[in-house]
């Protein structure tokens, strides 16, 4: 019953998202005075669908809609900076910020999860892959792309630091993580 009930609502979710996705460009193409605005808010619509669908009624874990959760938005941020004029404020900041407050969001999960009793290699898969992140944006940060590159460069040196040390003080975890996930 929860799982019918859990599909209808990403059913009219998704009704709702594909509506005003609608209306958004027939609005656009009637009216049209500024350009093509309408992909902003289509952006904002699909990565609200995304939420609510795959974070708020799924049955994933937690770690793994987190990190689509991640990802989603670092796609949004580049779409919305390309449809301003791409000046390259996403790249710059913004996704080294959105990179630097997962991992500390997952330092927190790993800090706590001894506490609470959670599975802490979930966790690590979520470091890891937000990590991995991090080192694209470093290797960005030496192209042109990249305007300011320091944020990149921390974000980078962060997320290897957030790795090394549970690598250190969690090695018991962290090696469960590595049989697990990555068959080490």
């Known amino acids: 019953m929860r799982r019918r009930r859990r599909q209808q609502l ?3 979710v998704a009704f709702i998202s594909v509506s005003a996705i609608i209306v958004v460009v027939a609005i656009n193409l009637l009216y049209q005075s500024h350009g093509w605005w309408s992909l902003i808010v289509i952006t904002v619509i699909a ?4 939420t609510v669908s795959d ?5 994933k874990s ?3 809609r987190l ?3 991640v990802y989603a938005l670092v796609i949004a941020m580049v779409i919305l900076d390309w449809r301003t004029g791409l000046h390259g404020w996403s790249v710059d ?5 959105i990179l630097f407050l997962s991992l500390v969001g997952a330092l927190v999960g790993i800090g706590i999860s001894r506490f ?7 966790i690590f898969g979520f ?3 937000v990590t991995v992140g991090a080192l694209i944006m470093l290797g960005l940060s030496f192209s042109p792309l990249v305007k300011v590159a320091w944020p990149s460069q921390a974000v980078a040196c962060v997320g290897v630091v957030l790795l090394a040390a549970s690598a250190v003080f969690l090695r018991k975890e962290f090696s469960q993580h590595l049989r697990e996930q990555w068959h080490f």
């Open 127 to 129: 470091a890891v892959a």
């Open 47 to 50: 990565y609200s669908w995304l």
């Open 116 to 122: 609470y009793g959670w599975k802490t290699s979930e």
């Open 93 to 97: 900041y913004v996704i080294p910020a």
């Open 62 to 64: 937690l770690m793994l």
């Open 67 to 69: 990190g689509v959760q």
């Open 10 to 12: 990403r059913r009219l």
């Open 55 to 59: 974070t708020v009624l799924s049955l």
